[in-house]
């Protein structure tokens, strides 16, 4: 059984550049969520995905938004980035909407400059 | 809305000895609990979790955790750490049913020292 996985592990983009990042969920779990991890903080929830539709958002602009596919990966994609929008980047998978756990990826290092 | 304090932002203990992190949160709701473990430049690992029944959970690596409704508080402990424990501890919440949003605490940092 893999677990979840991420790509890339880390990415630098240029102040007002576009970026997509990438979430394999693990084998079975149809959820995906998006956690944005700032230095020095908790992880904040972004968005959740279930069977292809986001159905949860935290505070976030529009600019944040995402995908997710048949085969339940899914993307992040962030707009106009700002130097604010360096963090890691988590996604966590769950087995079915509802179930309180997550498995969480590694992340992706993000860094604005 | 929910919330998480995780009061302390660092905790120092010396190898063998025992810990305790502290955790205390708020919601208007029943909620489930967490608590996960992060390594440097490393993803979150889940330690342990309450759900319902037993009030004191048993978690991976020698952790547990007891959960006071009374005292909105789920305080994780260990009775001996090692210097593997050194890491980031994060406590969190999920409300019941609806989609999953799970809310976390700031984090405690717990430094082993040999």
């Known amino acids: 059984e893999t677990g979840v996985t991420q790509s890339p592990t880390h990415l630098i983009k240029t102040r007002g550049q576009q970026v997509t990042l990438r979430c394999s969920s693990q084998s079975g779990h149809n959820t995906v969520s998006w956690y944005q991890q700032a230095l020095g903080q908790g992880p904040q929830f972004i968005f959740q995905?279930?069977?292809?539709?986001?159905?949860g958002r935290g505070n976030f602009p529009p600019r944040f938004s995402g995908l997710q596919f048949p085969n339940y990966s899914s993307e992040l994609n962030v707009n106009a980035l700002e130097l604010d929008d360096s963090a890691l980047y988590l996604c966590?998978?769950?087995?079915?909407?509802?179930?309180?756990?997550?498995?969480f990826g590694q992340g992706t290092r993000l860094t604005v400059v | 809305a929910q919330s998480v304090t995780q009061l302390d932002s660092q905790v120092p203990v010396f190898e063998e000895a025992p810990v305790e992190l502290r955790c205390n949160y708020s919601s208007s709701v029943s909620v489930y609990l967490f608590w996960y473990v992060q390594y440097p430049n490393q993803g979150l690992q889940l330690l342990l979790k309450?759900?319902?029944?037993?009030?004191l959970v048993k978690g991976i690596n020698g952790f547990e955790a007891e959960f006071n409704k009374s005292q909105t508080s789920f305080h994780l402990r260990k009775p001996s750490v090692h210097i593997s424990d050194t890491a980031e501890y994060f406590c969190a919440v999920s409300d019941l049913g609806g989609y999953q949003k799970v809310t976390f605490g700031t984090g405690t940092k717990l430094q082993v020292i040999p």
């Open positions: 995905y279930y069977r292809e539709e986001e159905n």
């Open positions: 966590a998978s769950s087995p079915q909407q509802g179930l309180p756990e997550a498995f």
């Open positions: 309450y759900l319902s029944g037993s009030t």
